[in-house]
């Protein structure tokens, strides 16, 4: 009975270990150069006022309908809405080439901390990836 039971548990812990660990997540990486293969481990969170804030979002599974939605959502508490409002906002079409990433920059004049967020068109109310940056 305690054989069982130890075997039980063992393959129960497997199962959910293997299972946890398997799923791709989306990101997003900010970087101060235009984003290339040689400095794609260059990436930082602070930047200047009016520099560009270059973003690679990558993306683990196919998006059916090959369009995102990327926001820049600003943090602040002179605002009435909880201390959040909506800076930038742009619909991005995925190439034939770009199916799993998406690269671009935003050049962001005023300093605060920022959460870039971005949405699949197959299900806009549910976040792909979320990453906070700062400007000084």
């Not at 990486?29 to 200047?48: H, P, R, V």
């Not at 742009?90 to 300093?111: F, H, N, R």
């Not at 901390?113 to 109310?125: E, F, L």
Request: charge should be positive; charged fraction near 20%.
């Amino acid at each position: 009975m305690k054989k069982i039971f130890i075997n039980i548990l063992i393959f129960l812990s497997l199962t959910l270990l293997c299972c946890a660990c398997s799923k791709e997540k989306a990101a997003i990486l900010f970087n101060q150069n235009k984003i290339t293969a040689e400095n794609i481990m260059d990436f930082s969170n602070e930047f200047q006022a009016n520099q560009r804030i270059y973003y690679l979002i990558l993306i683990p599974k196919k998006i059916l309908t090959r369009s995102i939605d990327i926001q820049v959502i600003k943090k602040d508490n002179a605002y009435a809405r909880f201390g959040y409002k909506l800076y930038w906002s742009y619909s991005a079409y995925l190439k034939d080439d770009q199916m799993y990433y998406y690269d671009d920059y935003v050049v962001i004049s005023e300093p605060g901390a920022y959460i870039m967020k971005v949405y699949s068109k197959d299900n806009p109310t549910k976040t792909l990836c979320a990453s906070q940056f700062f400007v000084k």
